[in-house]
C-alpha cells in the first residue's frame, strides 16, 4: 500500500499496454487478406481508469508496439494521451507528455511490466508493477500489484491510489448514483 502523501503527489498515471493493460498475449491472423491484431483488455481495468479520471488524474498510455487494438481502447476508456512507439523508447515519449502538461516525474505514477519499462520506473514519483512482471521490474518498484497485467491490475492501482486519497467511497457513490440502476448510500439511511 502507499500513504495518503504519496497518493496526493500522483498526478498523472501511465500505463504500459501489453502485459499491463493485458497479459501480453496477442492473437494475430488475417481476415479479408488484411492483417489484423486482436487483444483481450480487462473490464473492470476500464473502470479503473475511468474513476482516475473522474478524480481528475490523467490517464496516458504509453506503449512499445504500435497496435490499432490498443488504439480502439484507449479511445473507448478517454485516456488522455496515448503513444505508441515501434521502437519501445518509452521514457522520452513521456518526457514530452509531462513537458506539455508540466508536471514533474516525481509526481506521476507508471504501472510496468517488462524491461522497456525500467527507465520509467527508475524516474517516477511511483514505480509500480503488476504481479507478473519480470523480477527487474518488480526491484525497480515501490508497489507490486497482487493481480497480473490483463486480470484486473489497472483497477487494483486505481483503488489503491484513490483509496489512500481517501476519495474511494465517494467516487464509487458518484459512479452508483450514475449508474442509477442501484441503491446509493442515502437512499439507504433512510
Not at 504501472?111 to 508493477?129: C, E, F, M, Q, S
Not at 483503488?159 to 458518484?174: C, H, P, S, T
Request: with cysteine; charged share 30%.
Amino acid at each position: 500500500m502507499i500513504d495518503a502523501a504519496l497518493a496526493r503527489q500522483v498526478k498523472l498515471v501511465g500505463l504500459d499496454v501489453d502485459g499491463v493493460m493485458t497479459d501480453g498475449g496477442i492473437y494475430v491472423g488475417i481476415v479479408a487478406d488484411h492483417p489484423v491484431e486482436l487483444k483481450r483488455f480487462h473490464i473492470q481495468d476500464g473502470l479503473g481508469v475511468k474513476l482516475l479520471k473522474a478524480a481528475g488524474i490523467p490517464v496516458v498510455l504509453v506503449s512499445g508496439r504500435e497496435s490499432e487494438a490498443t488504439a480502439v481502447r484507449a479511445r473507448e476508456l478517454g485516456v488522455d494521451e496515448l503513444v505508441q512507439d515501434s521502437g519501445a523508447r518509452k521514457l522520452p515519449a513521456f518526457e514530452a507528455i509531462l513537458e506539455r502538461r508540466g508536471i514533474g516525474f516525481d509526481d506521476c505514477a507508471f504501472v510496468g511490466d517488462d524491461l522497456a519499462d525500467l527507465p520509467l520506473l527508475k524516474r517516477v514519483g511511483l514505480p509500480i508493477a503488476v504481479a507478473n512482471a519480470v523480477s527487474e521490474v518488480k526491484e525497480a518498484a515501490r508497489l507490486v500489484t497482487t493481480t497480473a497485467g490483463g486480470d484486473g491490475a489497472v483497477r487494483e492501482v486505481a483503488e489503491i491510489i484513490l483509496r489512500a486519497r481517501g476519495v474511494w467511497e465517494e467516487l464509487l457513490q458518484n459512479y452508483l448514483r450514475e449508474k442509477g440502476d442501484v441503491e446509493h448510500r442515502a437512499a439507504r439511511s433512510r
